[in-house]
């Protein structure tokens, strides 16, 4: 499988970039997720013309406007890194980028929860660092989570379904958007949609059914913007289990009494948390392949990232 190019913060690779000539090494990352993405390394600090090792830096000011400073001497490094971020953008641009891991309370690359502290050096307020935010404004779409927000299975599981999913999505548009790859792609996620959000999936639903009736450049704008903010929310246990019952219908006519009621009482088990998600998954996955199902054997629900990285065998 061709690897997914992510932007990373450099740290987080083992690259001795921080301002104490020191890195962030994640095993996790490197050994688990590099399997299947291609990293694109960042350093704003460095790379905006810093030295290792550095003065350490926070954020002064407002959460919506901060400015990044040196902690000991007082310079003021903001104006030299927005002009730096914004080549960088640029540059990001050409990469086709699926997602981005960055580095956790940064106040250059913190996408969220970083101190801002007041001019009088207390810390008042948690925002954005300053390349973090850039990035966020130029790509809304691209899913972005930091390494310390990674290292929880729900937010983690989340991040890596958007990052597949938007890769896909890429993919189909690289080819050349037609109205009936836009069906088909949309009827390949109908149940993905469904397990994060069902408000999500009635509006894509509605959709898709007028979008002969829209201009074409905005009907692929408008599409990708609903999907990639429904599957922004979390797969919650109700959401999952609404849509493994869902599935059972289709097996109605196949099923066994015994095997119905084995099904539902997994299900149920699942609902209850005593098993992880993987199970029911596993069972339906069965079902599917043994009856021959073509609606559900295209459905990313089913397989919405590789076995090996275990998502859902701790939600």
Request: with cysteine; aromatic share 10%; net charge positive.
């Amino acid at each position: 499988m061709e690897k997914i190019k992510t932007g990373i913060s450099s740290c987080l690779l083992g690259n001795k970039v921080r301002y104490d000539g020191g890195h962030k090494w994640d095993r996790y990352i490197t050994e688990t997720l590099g399997q299947y993405l291609e990293w694109v390394p960042v350093c704003p600090e460095v790379e905006c013309g810093l030295p290792v090792p550095r003065e350490a830096m926070r954020l002064i000011g407002t959460p919506g406007s901060p400015r990044i400073i040196t902690i000991r001497t007082g310079i003021d490094h903001t104006e030299r890194m927005l002009k730096w971020s914004e080549k960088k953008l640029r540059e990001l641009e050409r990469e086709n980028l699926c997602g981005f891991i960055f580095k956790s309370n940064s106040p250059s690359s913190g996408i969220g929860g970083v101190k801002v502290y007041s001019p009088s050096g207390m810390p008042s307020q948690r925002g954005t660092g300053i390349f973090g935010n850039a990035f966020l404004q130029r790509f809304p779409l691209i899913p972005a989570i930091d390494d310390g927000r990674l290292h929880d299975p729900g937010l983690r599981g989340n991040f890596i379904e958007r990052v597949f999913a938007y890769k896909r999505w890429k993919e189909l548009t690289g080819m050349g958007l037609s109205i009936g790859r836009l069906v088909n792609f949309h009827t390949e996620h109908k149940l993905l949609i469904m397990s994060h959000s069902q408000k999500h999936y009635a509006a894509l639903g509605r959709f898709v059914a007028t979008s002969k009736n829209r201009e074409f450049h905005d009907l692929q704008s408008e599409y990708i913007n609903l999907f990639m903010e429904g599957l922004r929310l979390l797969a919650t246990i109700k959401k999952n289990t609404n849509v493994l019952v869902h599935m059972t219908g289709y097996f109605k006519k196949q099923l066994s009494p015994d095997e119905k009621q084995e099904l539902l009482e997994i299900i149920e088990h699942y609902h209850k948390e005593y098993i992880p998600l993987i199970v029911p998954v596993t069972l339906i996955r069965h079902y599917v392949r043994k009856f021959d199902v073509p609606y559900l054997k295209k459905q990313y629900y089913l397989n919405p990232h590789p076995a090996e990285l275990m998502l859902r065998n701790h939600v």
